[in-house]
């Protein structure tokens, strides 16, 4: 199977994609390479984003200019340049690239392994650690189209192609476990509920 023809059947959430993926001779390989793009695609297209509403707040400050005393007003605008200043200092370089790819993959990990163990105590199901992580990457395909945020000059376009891709990536997440793993919709929220509470727990540390 070609990766054009993988990737558009994740896209149209294919009923047997994972399935057939999981049998597919260096689907773990390939669907590693999709993660680190994807991921490293999100951070570009991040960083970019908050460099953009920072612009954005920078310019448009003075329209609320009159919600505040002139010293209010002096100490925000002091903190919005001091963070701005300290954010665009900070230069996307193949250190931070490699350290977001790090990040991301330890807090997928623990999440995938979470989800492993229910899937196989709580939901009696005989789970591979190999296939978990294959759905894991290949559901994160979506986020290939973050790369047009990239490109975008505006805020709103760019925060819409980083959000909807990453939302599709979880559902077509979902639609893996479901199909590989033959789980009702109840079961597969529970999954869903774990892993984003996981990594909203997980990140900020």
Same mark, same amino acid.
């Given at each position: 199977?070609?990766?054009? #023809?993988?990737?558009?059947?994740?896209?149209?959430?294919? +009923?047997? !994609?994972?399935?057939?993926? !999981? &049998?597919?001779? &260096?689907?773990?390989? +390939?669907?590693?390479?999709?993660? =680190?793009?994807?991921?490293?695609?999100?951070?570009?297209?991040?960083?970019?984003? *908050?460099?953009?509403?920072?612009?954005? =707040?920078?310019? &448009?400050?003075?329209?609320? #200019?009159?919600?505040?005393?002139?010293?209010? *007003?002096?100490?925000?605008?002091?903190?919005?340049?001091?963070?701005?200043? =300290? *954010?665009?200092?900070?230069?996307?370089?193949?250190?931070l690239l490699?350290?977001?790819? %790090?990040?991301?993959?330890?807090?997928?990990?623990?999440?995938?392994? =979470?989800?492993?163990?229910?899937? #196989? *105590?709580?939901l009696?199901?005989?789970?591979?650690?190999?296939?978990?992580? !294959? !759905?894991?990457?290949?559901?994160?395909?979506?986020?290939?189209?973050?790369? %047009?945020?990239?490109?975008?000059?505006?805020?709103?376009?760019?925060?819409?192609?980083?959000?909807?891709?990453?939302?599709?990536?979880?559902?077509?997440?979902?639609?893996?476990? #479901?199909?590989?793993?033959?789980?009702? &919709?109840?079961?597969?929220v529970?999954?869903?509920?774990?892993?984003?509470?996981?990594?909203?727990?997980?990140?900020?540390?």
């Amino acid at each position: 199977m070609s990766e054009r #023809k993988i990737l558009s059947k994740i896209l149209r959430l294919d +009923k047997s !994609i994972y399935s057939d993926l !999981i &049998n597919l001779d &260096n689907s773990l390989q +390939k669907g590693i390479l999709i993660y =680190i793009t994807v991921t490293s695609l999100n951070t570009l297209s991040q960083t970019r984003f *908050f460099g953009s509403l920072l612009d954005f =707040i920078e310019t &448009n400050l003075v329209l609320i #200019k009159n919600e505040f005393s002139d010293d209010e *007003f002096q100490i925000i605008q002091a903190l919005v340049d001091d963070y701005a200043d =300290i *954010f665009r200092q900070q230069e996307v370089t193949l250190t931070l690239l490699f350290s977001s790819v %790090f990040t991301a993959t330890i807090i997928s990990l623990i999440g995938l392994s =979470i989800c492993y163990l229910i899937l #196989k *105590f709580l939901l009696s199901k005989d789970p591979k650690p190999s296939d978990l992580i !294959i !759905i894991s990457c290949f559901s994160s395909a979506p986020g290939l189209l973050v790369f %047009f945020a990239l490109i975008s000059s505006n805020i709103v376009v760019q925060f819409l192609l980083i959000m909807i891709p990453s939302i599709y990536a979880l559902i077509a997440f979902a639609s893996g476990l #479901k199909q590989v793993y033959l789980l009702r &919709n109840i079961e597969v929220v529970l999954l869903l509920v774990t892993l984003i509470f996981s990594g909203a727990i997980l990140g900020p540390m």
